[in-house]
T-cell receptor
Framework: DGGITQSPKYLFRKEGQNVTLSCEQNLNHDAMYWYRQDPGQGLRLIYY???????QKGDIAEGYSVSREKKESFPLTVTSAQKNPTAFYLCASSLRGPNTEAFFGQGTRLTVV | SQQGEEDPQALSIQEGENATMNCSYK?????LQWYRQNSGRGLVHLILIRSNEREKHSGRLRVTLDTSKKSSSLLITASRAADTASYFCATDSTQGGSEKLVFGKGTKLTVNP
């Protein structure tokens, strides 16, 4: 089955730790996105990538890092520099960018303990 | 910054009634999309309308786009309890020559049986 998979579904992080959220797609999509969702805030764009080995900062990139070494994979690292990382993180992909339908993973809920 | 803003933030109706949600955006777009999100899940694409289209239908969904007013509406006819979800509009936005997909804060729809 083609789709986009995020893992893990739930993640707990201690203060000062870096954690990496996985996002994999087998849809052969060029574009991939990471969003953060907080209650009442909608989706805010963290990073996006239109092609392998290239990515751009979104609106709230501080404290996050990404890589796009393979077309299928777009992992997000939440670093210790991110002061309030507790949130729901959503990964998405689309065939050719924002002019085509985006497919979303089921999300990762990150909690700082 | 978020390009789209949905209105109202929350909407509660009875089963069988129609639900209308509105989206306003700030800058010119190539297309506008509507997505649905069930609580705690990823988003699901509903419909995409291009800037040269004024209206589009898909089943019980009707989307309109008024580029002169920079606004769109999503109408769900004959609503069902299963339509209970949050609905988001999304637009393409260009930043530094790169296109990204930007979401609004969403409308939370409750359909009471």
């Amino acid at each position: 089955d083609g789709g986009i998979t995020q893992s893990p579904k739930y993640l707990f992080r201690k203060e000062g730790q870096n954690v990496t959220l996985s996002c994999e797609q087998n849809l052969n999509h060029d574009a991939m996105y990471w969003y953060r969702q907080d209650p009442g805030q909608g989706l805010r764009l963290i990073y996006y990538s239109q092609i392998v080995n290239d990515f751009q900062k979104g609106d709230i990139a501080e404290g996050y890092s990404v890589s796009r070494e393979k077309k299928e994979s777009f992992p997000l690292t939440v670093t210790s520099a991110q002061k309030n990382p507790t949130a729901f993180y959503l990964c998405a992909s689309s065939l050719r960018g924002p002019n085509t339908e985006a497919f979303f993973g089921q999300g990762t809920r990150l909690t700082v303990v | 910054s978020q390009q789209g803003e949905e209105d109202p933030q929350a909407l509660s109706i009875q089963e069988g009634e129609n639900a209308t949600m509105n989206c306003s955006y700030k800058t010119s777009i190539n297309n506008l999309q509507w997505y649905r999100q069930n609580s705690g899940r990823g988003l699901v694409h509903l419909i995409l309308i291009r800037s040269n289209e004024r209206e589009k239908h898909s089943g019980r969904l009707r989307v309109t786009l008024d580029t002169s007013k920079k606004s769109s509406s999503l109408l769900i006819t004959a609503s069902r309890a299963a339509d209970t979800a949050s609905y988001f509009c999304a637009t393409d936005s260009t930043q530094g020559g790169s296109e990204k997909l930007v979401f609004g804060k969403g409308t939370k729809l409750t359909v009471n049986p």
